[in-house]
Every structure is written in structure tokens, then in C-alpha cells.
């Protein structure tokens, strides 16, 4: 058992990633092998938004198949890990030493933002899970605080899972072939962004919306951009680039691992 585990920010893309061949599958494959075995995963993901922070307490979450227009055989898809409300209990803990409140949320279960990836890097789906929200109308510094809170659970045993996207102007996904080529503006961005992750400046990521190009045009709206504030609060400093490929030519999957 590794002493401590990295805190993970993954672009999770389509939902079709989980059976279909692309890199990004290949690479979240391999991800989970490389990682180790941690006792429990927290997820933030882009796909849970609340008004205040909510974990989830079930003790067997359900399979959420929170999207449309995709094959038949993605809605028969089920990752049966069980939940662990003594860890979502010790998220509420560490948070609240932050005063930072959090609710409780006794019936949710795992979106795909969650699952997709999981899946891939967990197959068995033996490893206990536990998802946290995120709020889109609160700004970065609110999602960084709550990684740093976390920070105590990676000497644990416990992996930081962070689940959005680097990109996610979806008005330019759909009806565009999968592997068009990266479009300018989001290139640029993802550019930008993986220089600042691994440089560790906070403070231009915090304002990405004014320092970084074509910031709304990546995020016109910011749910899937949050959680890589918790990854970075949760890891701390300079973060590395493990992954960076595009999809649908406007969705960068570039993921990054603060150890």
C-alpha cells in the first residue's frame, strides 16, 4: 500500500470514451494501474452541482446515466462500487474544519463524470467511492479551499479524484466528427493551461476568466472547469501533465496529477 496517493484532474469527455478505442481510454487504462490500489477514491465531478457542498452517503450508489443521444449500450452500463459513508463522514469533518458546510446527501449516486473514468481505471469496482459536489456560482478560490481541506486524506490511503474537463464548449461538440482537429481557441487555452498548472501559479488560474484566452468560450459556464481547483488545493504547488490529447476537436483531455 503506497503511504500516500496523488491528487488526480481528469477530462472525462464524452461517455462514449468508455467503449470506444481513443487515447484518453488507453491512457485512464493505464492511469489506474500506475496509481495502486488507494482504501477509498473521493470524486468531485462536473456533473454534480449543488448550492453547497453535498456528499454522498449511500452505502450502494446507484449508476446515473445523466445523458442523451448516445449508444444503447452505454445506458446498460453499471459500476457496482459501493459507497462509504465513514469516508463521506470524514470529508464533512475535515471540511467543516475549514468552515466550509456540507450536506449530506443519503440517495445520490454516481453520474458518469464519476463512472466513466472510474471504470476504466477500477474496472472491478471493488474500491469503495465517495462523490462530492461542486457549485458553478461559487468562484475557484471556494473549490481550491476545498481541496486543501482534503489535503489529510491523500496519507490515508485515500485517492483525490477530480472529474471535469480542460475545454467544454459542447455547442462545438456535437455533430463534429471525434477526431477533428483541436480548434485555435481551445488549443490556445489548453496551451495556457497546462503551462500554468505546471508552473504552479494559482493566482492566474484562480483568475483564469481574465488571464487566461478565450476563457468563457472554453467554459461558457464553469461546472467542468471547478474541480481542478480541488485537485490542485488537494495536491498543493506545481502540478505534471499525464495526459493530453483532443477530442471532438474542441474537448482538450489534458488530465494532470499533483503528488
Same mark, same amino acid.
Given at each position: 500500500?503506497?503511504?500516500?496517493?496523488?491528487?488526480?484532474?481528469?477530462?472525462?469527455?464524452?461517455?462514449?470514451?468508455?467503449?470506444?478505442?481513443?487515447?484518453?481510454?488507453?491512457?485512464?487504462?493505464?492511469?489506474?494501474?500506475?496509481?495502486?490500489?488507494?482504501?477509498?477514491?473521493?470524486?468531485?465531478?462536473?456533473?454534480?452541482?449543488?448550492?453547497?457542498?453535498?456528499?454522498?452517503?449511500?452505502?450502494?450508489?446507484?449508476?446515473?446515466?445523466?445523458?442523451?443521444?448516445?449508444?444503447?449500450?452505454?445506458?446498460?452500463?453499471?459500476?457496482?462500487?459501493?459507497?462509504?459513508?465513514?469516508?463521506?463522514?470524514?470529508?464533512?469533518?475535515?471540511?467543516?474544519?475549514?468552515?466550509?458546510?456540507?450536506?449530506?446527501?443519503?440517495?445520490?449516486?454516481?453520474?458518469?463524470?464519476?463512472?466513466?473514468?472510474?471504470?476504466?481505471?477500477?474496472?472491478?469496482?471493488?474500491?469503495?467511492?465517495?462523490?462530492?459536489?461542486?457549485?458553478? *456560482?461559487?468562484? !475557484?478560490? &471556494?473549490? %481550491?479551499?476545498?481541496?486543501? #481541506?482534503?489535503?489529510?486524506?491523500?496519507?490515508? @490511503?485515500? /485517492? +483525490?479524484?477530480?472529474?471535469?474537463?480542460?475545454?467544454?464548449?459542447?455547442?462545438?461538440?456535437?455533430?463534429?466528427?471525434?477526431?477533428?482537429?483541436?480548434?485555435?481557441?481551445?488549443?490556445?487555452?489548453?496551451?495556457?493551461?497546462?503551462?500554468?498548472?505546471?508552473?504552479?501559479?494559482?493566482?492566474?488560474?484562480?483568475?483564469?476568466?481574465?488571464?487566461?484566452?478565450?476563457?468563457?468560450?472554453? *467554459?461558457?459556464? !464553469?461546472? &467542468?472547469? %471547478?474541480?481542478?481547483?480541488? #485537485?490542485?488545493?488537494?495536491?498543493?504547488?506545481? @502540478?505534471? /501533465? +499525464?495526459?493530453?490529447?483532443?477530442?471532438?476537436?474542441?474537448?482538450?483531455?489534458?488530465?494532470?496529477?499533483?503528488?
Amino acid at each position: 500500500m503506497k503511504t500516500e496517493f496523488p491528487a488526480l484532474f481528469v477530462s472525462h469527455g464524452s461517455p462514449a470514451m468508455v467503449i470506444e478505442d481513443c487515447p484518453t481510454r488507453d491512457f485512464l487504462q493505464q492511469l489506474g494501474r500506475e496509481t495502486g490500489k488507494p482504501k477509498g477514491i473521493v470524486c468531485v465531478s462536473g456533473h454534480w452541482t449543488t448550492e453547497q457542498p453535498a456528499v454522498t452517503m449511500h452505502p450502494q450508489p446507484a449508476t446515473i446515466h445523466d445523458f442523451s443521444g448516445f449508444a444503447d449500450e452505454l445506458f446498460t452500463l453499471q459500476y457496482p462500487a459501493p459507497g462509504d459513508p465513514l469516508l463521506a463522514t470524514r470529508v464533512i469533518d475535515l471540511l467543516a474544519s475549514r468552515e466550509i458546510a456540507v450536506e449530506r446527501h443519503m440517495s445520490r449516486g454516481f453520474d458518469h463524470g464519476a463512472w466513466s473514468p472510474l471504470m476504466l481505471m477500477y474496472p472491478e469496482a471493488h474500491i469503495p467511492v465517495v462523490q462530492l459536489s461542486v457549485q458553478p *456560482h461559487l468562484d !475557484p478560490a &471556494h473549490h %481550491l479551499a476545498m481541496g486543501k #481541506a482534503l489535503q489529510p486524506l491523500r496519507s490515508e @490511503g485515500i /485517492l +483525490i479524484l477530480a472529474s471535469g474537463a480542460a475545454t467544454h464548449n459542447l455547442q462545438d461538440f456535437f455533430g463534429r466528427p471525434r477526431e477533428s482537429d483541436p480548434l485555435p481557441y481551445a488549443e490556445k487555452f489548453a496551451d495556457w493551461l497546462k503551462e500554468a498548472v505546471a508552473s504552479g501559479k494559482t493566482g492566474e488560474l484562480l483568475d483564469y476568466l481574465n488571464r487566461a484566452p478565450e476563457a468563457l468560450r472554453n *467554459h461558457p459556464t !464553469p461546472e &467542468h472547469f %471547478l474541480p481542478l481547483f480541488a #485537485a490542485m488545493g488537494a495536491g498543493g504547488g506545481k @502540478g505534471e /501533465l +499525464i495526459h493530453d490529447s483532443f477530442t471532438y476537436g474542441c474537448l482538450s483531455m489534458a488530465s494532470f496529477k499533483w503528488r
